[in-house]
């Protein structure tokens, strides 16, 4: 059994993170439940997440996996609010400040928040949490050190501060400014791990302490029912592993690696459109009868919309127009994806798709270790279009993109940029050849 422990700056240095049956894990972020590859008998705790810069650990997700029958817990920071949130839907609160939340002393996400560095620093911590604060005005006053006044202000002060910005000099600075710096400063120096310390991390390490220390770790007996959405779907491809190697690249990657390089991925994208609308269209790409919205389009839209090139409206057939048309617009059910999982024909070329993919995401490393101010993100999309322009040999991108089963032109680019130096690279190899 292994406890998968995610934690940042609440368990910096701690020594719980080397005890046997532990599996750290920095912080958690959306997806890292989905890349998480459990043996039976494993949990999860959550005490750390992150948010802002990165998109923040999503509610399905940790009910996705409470539902595959893996006891989740929550404790100390980001874990206890989600556990609060999740109460009585899967997910086990644990601690003081998990208590706070269910009782409503605190109630925003902004009461645990603080900033901290990556995990060449040990994610230090730069800021304090508003729960800190608290936790150690409430010890003050139950020792008869400072007054229930003073500490309510104190409380208020470090409330007034913005999570990002709450750092001991911004602190010290308000609490001068209302005449209690001293109290203040108190307050700061009681939290250091050698006085009274920080709660949040007296919480984390109670927590993983208590959880190794039961026989076993049963899921809650609450009925959770996950809805399997597209966006749940999406989520999925998004971040499960293609392989076995959890570092390796995820099935959307794959997948969109095998969009943008197969040579015949356009042939085999428009088979796979027509396989699934010929159930509801049987005569689709038989020179039969066609979806009727298709009526209401002008030449125009068709254009506009990169359903139609301004030279296929010329040199097609009505029934090729009609095929190329329902081929770039084509959804699955409920209207939002094109793909919501590696399709069938892909899934035996998975494991060398993987080791390809892997080796063009790799340039972007080695060009950064040149250049470090490089970053696909930033690629222009001008810059992006040329490359793939040259690799598919048009000058109609936007309807290539969608032939090649990308939603739309934009997200073709936010998905193909990962992949601009590989595509560079195949064009420069093509023509040396």
Not at 153 to 158: D, K, N, P, R, T
Not at 252 to 280: I, K, M, N, S
Request: with cysteine; charged share 20%.
């Amino acid at each position: 059994m292994t406890i998968h422990v995610y934690a940042g700056p609440s368990l910096a240095g701690s020594p719980v993170l080397a005890l046997n049956g532990i599996g750290p894990h920095p912080p958690v972020a959306h997806g890292d439940l989905y890349r998480l590859r459990l043996a039976p008998g494993d949990a999860v705790l959550i005490v750390d997440g992150v948010y802002q810069h990165i998109a923040a650990i999503r509610h399905r997700e940790i009910l996705a996996l409470y539902a595959s029958g893996v006891p989740v817990y929550g404790a100390a920071s980001l874990g206890a609010l989600r556990a609060c949130e999740l109460l009585g839907h899967g997910m086990t609160g644990l601690g003081t400040v998990f208590g706070w939340y269910r009782d409503g002393r605190v109630s925003s996400d902004a009461d645990v928040a603080l900033t901290h560095g990556d995990a060449d620093i040990g994610f230090r911590a730069f800021t304090y949490a508003l729960v800190s604060v608290l936790s150690v005005t409430d010890r003050m006053v139950s020792a008869g050190t400072i007054g229930q006044p003073t500490a309510s202000m104190i409380v208020e002060l470090a409330r007034s501060v913005h999570f990002g910005m709450r750092t001991r000099a911004a602190l010290l600075a308000v609490a001068s400014a209302a005449g209690l710096s001293a109290a203040m400063e108190r307050v700061l120096d009681e939290l250091g791990p050698e006085r009274l310390g920080d709660i949040k991390r007296m919480d984390a390490e109670a927590a993983v302490r208590d959880l190794l220390a039961r026989p076993a770790l049963t899921p809650p007996r609450d009925a959770v029912r996950v809805p399997d959405t597209s966006y749940g779907r999406e989520w999925r491809l998004q971040h499960i592993p293609a392989t076995a190697d959890a570092a390796g690249p995820t099935q959307g990657q794959v997948l969109t690696y095998a969009q943008l390089f197969l040579p015949d991925f356009p042939a085999w994208h428009t088979q796979y459109v027509l396989d699934h609308l010929r159930p509801e269209y049987p005569a689709v790409g038989a020179g039969g009868r066609t979806p009727h919205w298709l009526a209401g389009l002008s030449t125009e839209d068709l254009v506009r919309r990169s359903l139609l090139t301004p030279h296929e409206l010329s040199a097609l057939s009505a029934e090729e127009r009609a095929t190329r048309i329902l081929v770039r617009s084509f959804r699955l059910r409920s209207g939002r994806l094109v793909y919501d999982s590696v399709p069938a024909g892909l899934r035996p070329e998975m494991a060398e798709l993987a080791v390809q993919c892997a080796r063009l995401l790799r340039l972007n490393e080695q060009v950064t270790r040149v250049n470090p101010a490089f970053h696909p993100g930033d690629v222009p999309s001008p810059l992006l279009d040329s490359a793939f322009a040259a690799l598919w040999g048009t000058d109609e991108v936007a309807t290539h993109a969608l032939d090649r089963g990308f939603r739309t032109v934009e997200a073709f680019r936010e998905q193909a940029r990962p992949f601009f130096l590989g595509a560079r690279a195949a064009v420069k190899l093509a023509a040396a050849v």
